[in-house]
C-alpha cells in the first residue's frame, strides 16, 4: 500500500522530445493548487485521459478507519488506495502478531517483537498503542510522517482504543467505524477469510461484541457506515471523504500537444484557457516513495490558484 505514482521524469524523457504527445493515462498523481486537488491521470477509460479536480473541502485529515475483525476494513482500505493511489498513504502499524501467510513486513505492518516495542514505546515513539486480541499493536509517530512526507493523505486502520488515543491527542483526523450487517454475518466473513484458527476467531468474535458497543456509542466516531453491500459501502465511504459526487473531470485529448521548456511541461490540450504546467524538476530527488510527486500549475484555469510554477 502506499506506493509512490508510477511516473519517471527520466522514463517520460526518454520518450519523447520537445513539442510530441504523451499518453497520460498510464501513470497517476495528485497535487494541491490553491484550493483544488488535481489528480492527474490514473483514469480508468481506454479512450481518454484526464485531470480529476476535487473540492480541497475534502480536507487533509487523516483518517481513522475501525471496526470488529472481519467487518471488510481491510478491503475497503485497498478499494479507496487503488482507485485513489496518488491521494492516500496506510500508515504501517506496528504489530507482535504473527504475519499472516500473504502479509509482508514493511507494507501490511511492521512485525516485531514485544519486548522491542515496549521499549519505543518507552521511548515515545508512537503515536497511540493498544494490546488487541491478545497482541500489542500501535501507530508509530514516523508511520504517520512517511505518508505526509509523500504528500499523502493518512489512512489508519486502528481498534477502537487506538481511535480513542488519536482522538485524546493532538493529531485532527477524522474517524469512521464500520459496522457488519449483523453478527452472523460477522463471523461468517471472518471464517471465509481463513486467517485466524478457530481459538482467534472465538477471540475476535468475543472482542467484537465490545467493540460495537463502543463504536456505536456516541461522540467517538464521526461516522458510522454499515458494511452490507461492498460496492454500496464503499461508495458512501467516498462520499464521505468528499471523492463522490463533487468530482470534477477536466478531460484532455488522448494525444496532447506538449512543449517542454527546461524541466517543465506545458500541457495543451486544444483550448487556450485549459493549460497545464507540470514540473518535472519535483520528480528528482528523495527516496522512493517519499517524493510530494509532480508541481502543477495552471494558465488560464483557476488562474487565482496558481501556486506553483512559473508560467
Ligand atoms: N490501536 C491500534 N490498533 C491497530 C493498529 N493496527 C491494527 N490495529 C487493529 O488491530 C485489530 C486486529 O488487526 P489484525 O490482526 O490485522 O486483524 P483484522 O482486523 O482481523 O484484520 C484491528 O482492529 C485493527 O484495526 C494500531 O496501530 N493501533
Ligand atoms: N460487504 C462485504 N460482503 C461480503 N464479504 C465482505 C464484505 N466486505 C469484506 N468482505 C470479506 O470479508 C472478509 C474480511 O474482510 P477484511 O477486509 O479482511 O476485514 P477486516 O480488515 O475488517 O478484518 C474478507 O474475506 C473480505 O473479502
Redesign the pocket.
Known sequence: MGEAPAFFADDLQARFSNGFHLKLKDFETATVVGNKTYVIGGIDDPTSTGVRIFDKSIGEWPIVIS??????????INMLMKEFPSMFGFSVSHTTRAPREKEENGVHYHFTDRSVMEEEIKAGKFLEFAAVHGNLYGTSIEAVEIVADAGKRCIL?IDVQGARSVRASSLEAIFIF?CPPSFEELEK??R??GTETEEQIQKRLRNAKAELEQGNSPGLFDHILV????EA?YERLKKILGLNGTTEVFALPMELSLSIIDEKILINSGNADQKIVLDLSSMKGGAPGRTRGLYMSTTGLHSDDVTNGNF
Open positions: 471496526g470488529p475483525s472481519g467487518v471488510g476494513k481491510g478491503t475497503l486502520d464500520i466473513r471472518l471465509a477469510r458494511n452490507n453491500d461492498l459501502c
